[in-house]
């Protein structure tokens, strides 16, 4: 299957995302008893969906205040440079700070769209100045998240 056609998803593959969603932690055994297959009719459409692209890995879902990064930070960025060695060079910049954990090319009156995780204003402060060190920048503008309302949802599948 290639990648511009995505496969067709019946009733019973968009139940087993849903459950997998949910919790990837499940056996094939459980998940197959929520979505009523029995487990080798469950273990071929997983591997189906993880052959065809769908799947693409299992993750954890991390609490960032536990962990101490409770600072979430949108920034917006704008450059006069579009050229395939500016792209490279931004590239290498936002892939090497860990703390950046969404990057975004976008539409509209910015270029790009960065989700950043920090521990505080001073570590955000850090990591900006790595950012604005890597890549040469017209417009940077930070938004701070004072509440995640919605943070990491499930895709509606």
């Not at 917006?76 to 440079?81: E, G, I, P, Q, S």
């Not at 509209?108 to 995780?117: A, E, F, H, R, T």
Request: aromatic share 6%; glycine share 6%; net charge neutral.
């Amino acid at each position: 299957m290639t990648q511009d056609a995505p496969p067709t998803l019946d009733r019973i593959d968009a139940a087993i995302l849903r459950v997998l969603q949910k919790d990837a932690s499940l056996s094939q055994r459980d998940v197959a008893e929520r979505v009523g297959l029995s487990q080798n009719a469950c273990w071929r459409r997983i591997l189906r969906l993880k052959e065809t692209g769908v799947i693409t890995g299992q993750t954890l879902r991390l609490d960032h205040d536990r962990i101490g990064l409770g600072l979430t930070v949108f920034v917006m960025l704008r450059t006069r440079d579009h050229s395939p060695e500016w792209l490279k060079t931004f590239r290498k910049t936002v892939l090497g700070i860990e703390n950046i954990i969404d990057v975004f090319r976008i539409a509209g009156d910015y270029d790009y769209m960065l989700k950043i995780v920090a521990e505080n204003m001073n570590d955000f402060d850090r990591i900006y100045q790595r950012l604005i060190a890597g890549a040469a920048l017209e417009t940077v503008t930070s938004c701070i998240a004072m509440e995640a309302i919605a943070d990491r949802r499930d895709l509606p599948v």
